[in-house]
């Protein structure tokens, strides 16, 4: 077997092993249960994985699956006209999330719910006129909150991010700007939202959170 064999098969199986929706929901678990603030007083981690599952991962993940399965859309080569009915059933995903978390109060997992709305719709507004990344844009953004909010041991994700750039553009999926641009804007949206919605350097915030955290804890035991 060729170098440029081996070099495709690898990135095929990146490129299967972490779409947006194995992202997504690694990272719905991620901090659900180990969120630094805990979920807040009214929703345990794991009401919050449940939900955070549920409305990001299998609403848009099952109709893809179904789509992928009948051969209509494909990993590698979908036309971007056949994208926008995805975008609309992620936007709904996520923009149900992002109203139950924020009823519940719970800030962590908000933060997630909507940066991937607001990513998404970014994605599909650019799709109008060109073929943005959604694999690149789909761990671009999860990278940048790993890091903001857990530091040094978060940055181990940007490997995930260089690997999948490469994977898409390997696999001629996308050019390097396309995969470039899909990671590079998701991961600004993705921190304009961590610094609305998670002030670390405010210390009456952090107090409140933990304290929140406390309660939770007594609460759910």
């Given at each position: ?20 929706q194995t992202v997504t929901a690694m990272v719905v678990l991620i ?163 961590c610094l609305l919605l998670y002030p670390y350097w405010d210390p ?18």
């Amino acid at each position: 077997m060729g170098q440029g064999s081996v070099g495709d098969s690898l990135a095929d199986i990146l490129s299967k092993l972490f779409p947006a929706q194995t992202v997504t929901a690694m990272v719905v678990l991620i901090f659900a249960f180990l969120s630094p603030i805990g979920t807040g007083v009214n929703l345990t981690s794991l009401q919050c994985a449940v939900i955070g599952i549920a409305t990001m991962t299998l609403i848009p993940g099952v109709p893809l699956a179904y789509a992928l399965w009948k051969g209509i859309v494909s990993f590698n080569r979908t036309e971007k006209e056949k994208r926008y009915v995805f975008y609309v059933i992620g936007l709904a995903g996520y923009g149900l999330a992002s109203v139950i978390f924020a009823h519940y109060s719970s800030t962590i997992m908000l933060l997630v719910s909507l940066s991937y709305f607001f990513v998404t719709l970014t994605c599909m507004l650019v799709n109008f006129k060109w073929k943005i990344s959604v694999h690149t844009a789909g761990i671009g953004g999860p990278a940048i909150a790993l890091i903001y909010v857990y530091g040094l041991p978060g940055a181990v994700s940007l490997l995930l991010v260089v690997a999948l750039i490469w994977a898409r553009v390997k696999l001629r999926a996308h050019t390097l700007p396309q995969a470039l641009a899909g990671a590079l804007s998701s991961s600004l949206i993705t921190l304009a939202v961590c610094l609305l919605l998670y002030p670390y350097w405010d210390p009456v915030f952090l107090a409140s959170s933990f304290i929140s955290r406390f309660i939770s804890v007594l609460k759910y035991a």
